[in-house]
């Protein structure tokens, strides 16, 4: 792999430093919603912070933890820890890669997967870093190490954005101010996996501050052919005088991730660790830079401002199944199966049948996205009418080029079902592509206290988006869209007592459509994602609306929430399955779609020795119109057609989702911890009739435990899938006896989670 290198680099400089980072305190409830600390925590209302209001101000069930927190899970990446510790949060991991999740949160995705129908923010720092060509989040690119702490903020906060559909996650990263000291740590087990890491921060004077951190990965994978590498590099250096702050920050990270997807169930009965084809490969490269800086005129005005630079490169490499195969009417030739044409090489001429270039194909892509972009606010602390008021108001403008081209090569697959490319592609398969987005934005927020324990929220923001596609190879993916639409937002907290207080708010936001979905628009030129966009027709931008309102309180060592939403997305975007491969289809405005629930948040603290939390979400994820799909490989399908009818549930959302966890500590130097979690059935992708048997719900149980040897040296362990459960996250619909046989009848595909694993490792702080 081409960061080889690194481990060695990485794991010296481990040795050198030391291994350690402080224990978690015996005292700390674990990852509790913002809402349950009712008297302590402080939340930032935007993304750049600005309006820092108590959470008894914020009329929704925000959630935080904290860098100790994060690291306590002992996991891959930072999505393992949400699903594990957050409520309403949970993992379709359909490309069992543990840094490459689709992340779900009140039945909104944010994924790293072209085609999926992303509705969430991330912030890193105050910058949206959805990638700008197809919305997604790529989790791998997140340098959790240097991670100070995030807030998950529910609903269609019209503040933070665009895709903030059903909620937004702000991550905000260390500063030599907060965190000092110099530690490491290395850990290994399972799998073959290997983590270092390193960090060390520090300020002069308490002026002037740096911080560095660098963490490492290396894994074998549990299934076949399934090794993953990630380097994440992150600095930053702050200046502070006199009522003014200045951070540089840069983050660098480069991964080598193979994800092997969803196989058949009659394949994985055989061997769990079997995969379908391969390769399915994703390098990625990533450079951030952002420019962050406040000053505070009086006591009552704060400027705050970042400025930022991101270039973002994708290369994927995916070896399918095929749907070219020799000609019935032109011997001798290649035909495509779907349309029964001949299939012609780029200088057009007729491709020979060979037995090299049947049964599969290697698809490339790259995606190369530069992203500059600029967000003022300013803050204004006065009272009004003898009242505490508390104002933000400010502007982001942003503009994105990004560059994308792909091309299939056919080929044959081996023996062990990896595909080997004949060294011919496709003519039409060629695509160029140059996308120019810009992105425009006015808000304001407000927080006005009635009294000390009654206070209205109220906010707005302004978007305008622009898209230009300019095909290079032609003109049917060139088009031109625009977009905007004012989002508003209004909520209310009245505080009875500290043991019960009540919120209530709506919010409303809209995600305009990607550049990737307004080029794979036509149900008459489906594209096979990521690999190949056919044409391009409008689509609508979708609008959430979000009613939420709930209960919380805390008392003594024990707090509690308990909360109702429901969103209504106007003119949902879905990708439709069409044709006779898995990932071809097109996207649609299939109307409108919508999610409600209820959740439940409980945390307490026992003899100052046991903490524990519990999390419960009901989720009822429904289409709220009938229309007719393609979707030929469910066994229930009419001409390769299925009738979804309103009140259908949404794929690939559980109904329930249950979570617990327990802290016990062993002393003041050690401490064990046992989390659970329990996810109800999902039906399966291309089913969204409801018509066939759901994907199984599951129960998994994940353990651990710390010592603190002496101040500097802490020795852990961690085991996930503690009762080795037989589990699938993901399910699709397919065709396995095309490459498996006629013995493979079985069209269910699922992506199997992890077995049993453990790692065990140490940390120093010097």
Not at 86 to 115: E, K, W
Not at 380 to 398: C, Q, S, Y
Request: contains cysteine; aromatic residues 8%; proline residues 5%.
């Amino acid at each position: 792999m081409r960061m080889l290198h690194a481990r060695w680099t990485l794991l010296a400089i481990a040795a050198s430093t030391g291994f350690a980072v402080a224990a978690t305190p015996a005292t700390q409830v674990p990852n509790r919603p913002a809402s349950d600390r009712l008297e302590e925590v402080i939340v930032t209302s935007t993304p750049l912070g600005g309006l820092e209001l108590s959470a008894t101000q914020i009329p929704g069930n925000v959630q935080q933890a904290d860098s100790r927190e994060i690291e306590g899970v002992r996991s891959a990446g930072l999505a393992q820890m949400l699903n594990q510790k957050l409520g309403s949060v949970f993992i379709n991991a359909a490309q069992t890669n543990p840094l490459q999740p689709d992340v779900q949160f009140r039945g909104f995705v944010a994924s790293p997967l072209l085609g999926q129908p992303e509705g969430m923010s991330v912030y890193q720092d105050g910058v949206r870093i959805n990638d700008p060509f197809g919305d997604i989040v790529s989790w791998a690119l997140v340098p959790e190490s240097a991670i100070s702490s995030i807030d998950l903020i529910p609903g269609s906060n019209p503040v933070f954005g665009l895709n903030t559909l059903g909620g937004a996650l702000s991550i905000h990263t260390k500063s030599g101010f907060t965190d000092t000291g110099t530690s490491a740590e290395v850990s290994g087990g399972s799998f073959g996996r290997v983590v270092a890491e390193a960090e060390s921060g520090g300020n002069r004077d308490d002026r002037l501050s740096y911080y560095a951190s660098a963490r490492y990965l290396n894994e074998d994978g549990w299934r076949q052919n399934s090794p993953s590498e990630a380097l994440h590099l992150f600095g930053k250096t702050g200046w502070r005088g006199s009522g003014s702050e200045l951070d540089l920050a840069v983050t660098a990270v480069d991964t080598d991730l193979i994800g092997n997807g969803p196989a058949p169930v009659q394949l994985l009965q055989t061997d769990r660790n079997a995969v379908y084809t391969t390769p399915d490969r994703t390098q990625n490269s990533l450079t951030f830079v952002t420019l962050t800086g406040s000053h505070d005129f009086s006591a009552e005005l704060r400027l705050e401002g970042v400025t930022y630079y991101r270039r973002s490169d994708i290369d994927s490499l995916n070896g399918d199944e095929s749907h070219f195969a020799a000609c019935d009417d032109a011997a001798g030739f290649i035909c495509d199966d779907e349309t029964g044409e001949v299939t012609r090489d780029p200088a057009g001429n007729p491709i020979p049948a060979s037995d090299d270039l049947e049964g599969a194909t290697l698809n490339r892509s790259k995606t190369d996205q530069e992203t500059v972009g600029v967000t003022l606010q300013l803050g204004i602390a006065k009272p009004m009418w003898e009242r505490a008021n508390r104002l933000v108001i400010g502007g982001t403008a942003d503009r994105s080029d990004v560059a994308f081209t792909s091309t299939t090569e056919l080929g044959h697959l081996d023996d062990n079902r990896q595909a080997i490319g004949g060294g011919v592609f496709v003519g039409d398969s060629f695509v160029d592509l140059k996308v120019h987005l810009k992105n425009a934005s006015l808000f304001f927020t407000d927080t006005f206290s009635f009294t000390q324990d009654v206070n209205l929220t109220i906010a707005g923001r302004y978007n305008d988006s622009s898209i230009a596609l300019r095909d290079q190879l032609g003109t049917e993916l060139s088009g031109d869209h625009s977009y905007d639409r004012f989002n508003s937002a209004a909520g209310v907290t009245w505080r009875v007592n500290p043991a019960l207080q009540f919120y209530a708010n709506y919010s409303e936001s809209n995600r305009v459509p990607s550049p990737v979905e307004l080029t794979c628009a036509d149900e008459d030129a489906p594209c096979a994602l990521p690999n190949a966009f056919l044409s391009d027709p409008p689509l609508e931008q979708i609008v959430a609306q979000t009613t939420e309102a709930g209960a919380r309180g805390s008392l003594q060592n024990f707090s509690w929430h308990i909360g109702a939403f429901r969103t209504l997305n106007k003119d949902d975007i879905l990708f439709i399955s069409a044709g006779e491969l898995t990932n071809r289809g097109f996207f649609d405005n299939v109307g409108d779609t919508r999610r409600q629930g209820i959740e439940v948040n409980l945390n307490g603290l026992v003899a100052q020795r046991v903490s524990w939390f519990l999390n419960y979400t009901l989720t009822d994820a429904q289409f709220l119109e009938s229309f007719r799909v393609t979707s030929p490989h469910n066994p229930e399908a009419i001409d390769s057609e299925i009738q979804v009818e309103r009140g259908a549930r949404i794929p690939g959302i559980p109904e329930h989702l249950l979570k617990g966890g327990i802290r016990v500590s062993l002393g003041a130097n050690a401490s064990v911890t046992l989390d659970a979690l329990h996810q109800s059935s999902q039906f399966y992708r291309g089913d969204e009739a409801n018509v066939t048997a759901p994907l199984p719900g599951f129960t998994t149980v994940n353990a651990g435990a710390e010592w603190q040897i002496n101040p500097h040296l802490m020795l852990f362990a961690h085991v996930e899938n503690l009762f080795d459960e037989n589990y699938a996250t993901f399910g699709l619909f397919g065709a396995p006896d095309e490459v498996l046989g006629p013995g493979y009848d079985d069209p269910r595909f699922v992506s199997p989670a992890a077995p049993l694993s453990a790692w065990v490792g140490f940390r120093l702080t010097l």
